[in-house]
Structure formats: C-alpha cells, structure tokens
Nanobody, 123 residues
Framework: QVQLVESGGGSVQAGGSLRLSCAAS????????MGWFRQAPGKEREFVAE????????YYKDSVKGRFTISRDNAKNTAYLQMNSLKPEDTAVYYC????????????????WGQGTQVTVSS
C-alpha cells in the first residue's frame, strides 16, 4: 500500500530553520506531483508548496515565498521542504501529499496523505 512518511519536524525559535522530509513507498514516485500542506490548531488545512513530477516547477503559498523551498529526489523517492526564517505563525502540523496531477495549488485533492509532523516555532 502507499505510504508517505514525514520526518524532520520539531521545535525551533523564530528565525530558525527546519527541513522536512517525506519518504514515499508503494507508488510510482516520479509520476506524482508532491505537495506540503499544514494545519494550525483551530484552522483548516492549507496548501503550502508543490513540486511537479520532475522538479522543474514549484509553487508556494504567498506567505512562505522566499523562506520555504520544496524539492524532490526521485532516486530516493523523497520530497523535502526546507523552511528558513521561521515565524510563530508557521506553527502547525505539516502534511506531505502526492497527486497524479500537479494541481494541488489550485485546490485539487491529493491522492495520498502522510500522517503529519508537528512544527512549533516560538517567539
């Protein structure tokens, strides 16, 4: 079965950095767009970033542009989210997602979800 396993979450002070990883198995990784979403307490899950199947195109939520970088390594079946200059408002559970079409930024529903990893940014 398909598994997306996130890692790399944790607690950091404002201005710090974290790198999230999403290890995929059970799917043809190189045929799927990969995305990161987040959900803060009391809020709906929101799109953060997306990378197409080849890594050629990336898309970001406006508030993370210039601070977050999404990437992928198809040889390792792994997607990444490098988060720099973190802010308290970035605190959330971050979810990895896979989609057969690179339309996550437009609200398209992913085919698969990871279980999530907590990111906490203190001021």
């Amino acid at each position: 079965q398909v598994q997306l396993v996130e890692s790399g979450g944790g607690s950091v002070q404002a201005g710090g950095s974290l790198r999230l990883s999403c290890a995929a198995s059970g799917l043809t990784f190189s045929s799927h767009a990969m995305g990161w979403f987040r959900q803060a307490p009391g809020k709906e899950r929101e799109f953060v970033a997306e990378v197409n199947w080849s890594g050629t195109f990336t898309y970001y939520k406006d508030s993370v542009k210039g601070r977050f970088t999404i990437s992928r390594d198809n040889a390792k079946n792994t997607a990444y989210l490098q988060m720099n200059s973190l802010k308290p408002e970035d605190t959330a559970v971050y979810y990895c997602a896979a989609a057969s079409r690179s339309l996550l930024r437009l609200g398209s529903k992913p085919d698969y979800w990871g279980q999530g990893t907590q990111v906490t940014v203190s001021s």
